[in-house]
T-cell receptor, first 112, second 111 residues
Framework: AQSVSQHNHHVILSEAASLELGCNYSYGGTVNLFWYVQYPGQHLQLLLKYFSGDPLVKGIKGFEAEFIKSKFSFNLRKPSVQWSDTAEYFC??????????FGTGTRLQVFP | EPEVTQTPSHQVTQMGQEVILRCVPISNHLYFYWYRQILGQKVEFLVSFYNNEISEKSEIFDDQFSVERPDGSNFTLKIRSTKLEDSAMYFCATGTDYEQYFGPGTRLTVT
């Protein structure tokens, strides 16, 4: 079955720590990849997206993600997290159609 | 910055009742979507809508569900006879060319 996997369900970090959240997908062929963030009490917001070109994508708020086609991965990174990064992070894929297929999400808690 | 809005923010209804969830898309967007998120689970696609018709729907989107743009601006999701398992956050998204912007969601509670 088509799927998007986020293996880290809950991540707890101190401020200034580095972050990497894993995302793997199970489709072959061309895919468009996204990371969305949901801050507490707020709606889903697009952090970054990959359609083609440079596999290292920079997004808002210092986030970046690297598309590694051979590993079917699109991991999210940030070199130094802040308390305000506390949120739920969702990886998502579009393939052939326009529907987003989401991973289960990773809850990030950052402590000062 | 333009935003997608949704009303109501929270709807409580009894099992078997009809509910209509409303979404106001960003004005120049042509593609419309509904997703839902049952508490503790992932966001799931329900339906996509383009050019005044459904372009794709999931297996969740059965005969109890319908969508329309009644006045050319609002985009609505109707559940004809709600079930307990319909309790979830329902997100509207609108977009152009693979980029989707999400509304704040409607929390539907079926009792």
């Amino acid at each position: 079955a088509q799927s998007v996997s986020q293996h880290n369900h809950h991540v707890i970090l101190s401020e200034a720590a580095s972050l990497e959240l894993g995302c793997n997908y199970s489709y072959g062929g061309t895919v468009n990849l996204f990371w969305y963030v949901q801050y507490p009490g707020q709606h889903l917001q697009l952090l970054l997206k990959y359609f083609s070109g440079d596999p290292l994508v920079k997004g808002i708020k210092g986030f970046e993600a690297e598309f590694i086609k051979s590993k079917f991965s699109f991991n999210l990174r940030k070199p130094s997290v802040q308390w305000s990064d506390t949120a739920e992070y969702f990886c998502a894929v579009i393939r052939n159609t326009d529907k987003l297929i989401f991973g289960t999400g990773t809850r990030l808690q950052v402590f000062p | 910055e333009p935003e997608v809005t949704q009303t109501p923010s929270h709807q409580v209804t009894q099992m078997g009742q009809e509910v209509i969830l409303r979404c106001v898309p960003i004005s120049n967007h042509l593609y419309f979507y509904w997703y839902r998120q049952i508490l503790g689970q992932k966001v799931e696609f329900l339906v996509s809508f383009y050019n005044n018709e459904i372009s794709e729907k999931s297996e969740i989107f059965d005969d109890q569900f319908s969508v329309e743009r009644p006045d050319g601006s609002n985009f609505t999701l109707k559940i004809r006879s709600t079930k307990l398992e319909d309790s979830a956050m329902y997100f509207c998204a609108t977009g152009t060319d693979y980029e989707q912007y999400f509304g704040p969601g409607t929390r539907l509670t079926v009792t």
